[in-house]
Structures are given as C-alpha cells and as structure tokens.
C-alpha cells in the first residue's frame, strides 16, 4: 500500500482496462455520437436501423421485421406506427396476402436514407480516425468474431429487445 492509499483510507484505485470494459466505453460514446448525428435528420438509432432493414427488402412484412428483430409482432406495429407518423415508411396492402401490410419507404423516407448513408461513413471515420485502414478490417473481423461467438444476430442491434 502506498503513503497516499494509506493516509486516505481507500482502497487503491484502478485503471479499467478490460476489454469488456473498453467495448462497453468505445460503444458508448460511439452511439451518443450517431445519435446526435441522426438528430438532425429528424430520425432517431432505432429509426435508422428499420429505414436500412426496410430499404434493403422493400416490401417485407412486418411478421419478417419482428423475426429478423427477435421481437414479437406488436412491438415492430409500435416501431412502424413512429416511423409512420414521421413520413418515412408507408403501409401498403400485399397484394399477395391482403391481411398482412408490405412496407416501403416513402420518398422523405429515401431521402433519409440517403442522408444516413453520408452521417454513417462520417461518423465512422470520426470513430476510427485512429486507425488505419488495415486496423480498421482486423478490428472489424475481431469484433465479428466475439459477435457471431455471442449469438448476435448480423445488423441487427440487439437493442430493439428491450
């Protein structure tokens, strides 16, 4: 024990440094970030995340949007319902099923879309400004590897759950 831990009475303090620690900092910080960026496109993380689902399958029901979530149907009808109101995705009857609603993206909906695409490669260089592109793939392979090793579902954040 040192003069100083001795004289004040604690316990000596530590420097986190764990991996999980510095995941859970690094993610943190990185998603304040995209939140504040997606601000000011009027859209919050979680509205991005179902823009991107819709626009890489438009037309997809809302039944595949909760497996593809790991939510129950009531909660991707709560999701919709606020992208909805905002202008971005329109319901459309299947014509295949008339009892379940095909999802498109409307044209503001497209237009966000396109923003995010620019607000994602910014933010992502900002993130890892640090790094060089070789770093940058070796980071990406590692932490896709502790994400399939932990039962992540790819592109999906696991946020949308709770």
Known sequence: MTTEEHDSGTAPRSKPRGTA?????????????FAERVGVLGVAPSDVGLLRMIAM???????????????????????????????????RRNPQ????YAL???EEGSRVMAGMREVGAAHENDICAALDEAQRE?????????????????????????
Do not use: I
């Not at 620690?21 to 970030?33: E, I, N, S, T």
């Open 97 to 100: 099923d008339r009892r379940n």
């Open 21 to 33: 620690f510095l995941l859970a900092q690094v993610g943190a910080h990185a998603a304040a970030r």
């Open 138 to 162: 070796q980071l990406t392979a590692l932490l896709e590897a502790v994400a399939v090793q932990q039962g992540l579902t790819p592109g999906v954040h696991p946020g949308y759950r709770r």
């Open 104 to 106: 498109h993206l409307t």
């Open 57 to 91: 399958r438009p037309g997809r029901s809302q039944q595949s949007l909760a497996g593809e979530l790991g939510v129950v149907p009531s909660r991707v009808v709560t999701l919709v319902d606020g992208l909805e109101r905002k202008g971005l995705v329109e319901r």
